[in-house]
């Protein structure tokens, strides 16, 4: 079976593996010319995925292009290519609709074609579909489309796409059977929606969830400060219940591509077929969006208590990338910490061990070389992503004040958000 992914980011180079792995001929289709050339020579952009795993992959038959003409004579192609929002909010599908333009341009007879990019419900159906029709082409005939919702885990050590459930829905019956035979060659469970619209929902429904629960907690964080209760006891405690709760734990804010960008589509879907306002999402993500500001308030307070004020302090930053022992910083919430305090005049440094380069609107930070003297040196250190490689105690120790917003800092002197 030849299989071709478009889109070799996060999501789609993890399925190409996969697919490589089961013994499909995969070719990744990838637009970025300088990601093709070092992919075919067996240099990985992925946390997840090693150089050495993309020679494996390699040597399997993959190999990465740029060239449309390798869609032509496909079995299936998997679109997964980014969908972020616009400045005012709405989708930005302008990918996707690139990804299917070429694909129609270029697709062969029985093709099945599957949309993983996360958007709103009936967006395969009302987006994907006519372009694909557009040239008398007949679905469940020239071609089969279907949805299935990418469920990656960014340095999730037991999860990955093989062993994580797969839900498949297309847009007829004969198309679900179709995209739920192929995604058996290679995943262990695989779901079968009623349809592309109940697949697409879905997805949508598991990250605002996530994102509704963060917000919850996020909530009561402050709230219980002010009340002088311990948050992470308060859960603790809570999760001792062996039913009907679920942790969720306070933090700096929500990063990464799903979180804080997932919610919006549904939410936004919901007010233009529907004319109201989706209110659990929309209070979550005015919450949510708080904390950075929220973070920076409690250091200035941690502060003032050491007669510092803020706008002459020197402030370090450890761990700058959304997700502990990862290197992505897509959306991460410590860029908005960051650019808070440069507002308020405190003096900035960083370090991660993920991270050599920071990019903030204010301009390009560097990692710090030492770290132990930059926390000796430090006015406040702030914890914002609790990597592996670091001991927070030990840290905690050395610093002249810590500031820890992932609750992990036992350590006398520190500071809990």
Not at 152 to 158: E, M, R, S
Not at 185 to 199: C, I, L, N, S, Y
Not at 240 to 257: I, Y
Not at 286 to 310: K, Q
């Amino acid at each position: 079976m030849r299989l071709v992914v478009v889109g070799q980011g996060y999501v789609g180079l993890p399925l190409a593996q996969e697919a490589v792995k089961a013994g499909l001929q995969v070719t990744g289709f990838e637009q970025n010319v300088a990601r093709v050339a070092d992919l075919n020579n067996g240099r990985s952009h992925v946390d997840d995925i090693s150089d050495a795993e993309v020679g494996d992959m390699l040597a399997g038959g993959y190999r990465a292009s740029a060239d449309p003409a390798d869609l032509s004579g496909a079995d299936a192609i998997v679109i997964c290519v980014p969908t972020p929002l616009t400045g005012d909010g709405a989708p930005d599908l302008s990918a996707v609709r690139g990804a299917v333009e070429t694909i129609g341009a270029n697709l062969s007879k029985g093709t099945l074609v599957v949309l993983e990019s996360t958007t709103y419900p009936g967006t395969t159906e009302e987006v994907v579909l006519p372009v694909l029709e557009a040239s008398g082409r007949r679905l469940d005939d020239d071609f089969f489309l279907a949805f299935s919702p990418e469920r990656i885990d960014p340095g999730n050590p037991h999860y990955g796409l093989a062993n994580t459930p797969k839900v498949v829905g297309g847009v007829s019956e004969r198309s679900t059977d179709v995209a739920v035979a192929f995604y058996s060659r290679f995943v262990d469970t695989v779901v079968r929606a009623k349809g592309a619209k109940e697949a697409e929902t879905a997805k949508l429904l598991e990250n605002t969830y996530r994102h509704i629960n963060i917000a919850l907690v996020n909530e009561m964080a402050k709230f219980c400060h002010d009340l002088g209760i311990d948050i992470w006891d308060v859960i603790d405690a809570a999760s001792s219940k062996p039913f009907g709760f679920q942790a969720f734990r306070p933090g700096p804010g929500v990063g990464g591509h799903c979180i804080p960008i997932d919610p919006n589509y549904l939410s936004f879907e919901v007010k233009r077929r529907l004319g109201y306002p989706f209110r659990f999402v929309e209070l979550a993500e005015s919450i949510n969006a708080s904390m950075p500001s929220y973070v920076v308030d409690r250091i200035g307070e941690l502060l003032a208590g050491r007669e510092t004020p803020l706008d002459h302090a020197s402030v370090l930053l450890l761990g700058v990338t959304y997700k502990a022992d990862i290197a992505d910083q897509r959306e991460s919430p410590a860029v908005d910490v960051a650019e808070e305090l440069l507002r308020r005049g405190a003096s900035l440094q960083f370090h991660d061990p993920h991270v050599d380069r920071w990019f903030l609107d204010s301009g390009e930070r560097t990692r710090v070389e030492d770290l132990d003297e930059a926390v000796r040196e430090a006015d406040v250190v702030v914890l914002l992503q609790a990597h592996s490689d670091y001991d927070p105690d030990a840290l905690a120790g050395a610093a002249r004040a810590f500031f820890d917003t992932r609750g992990v800092t036992r350590a006398p002197g520190a500071v809990r958000l």
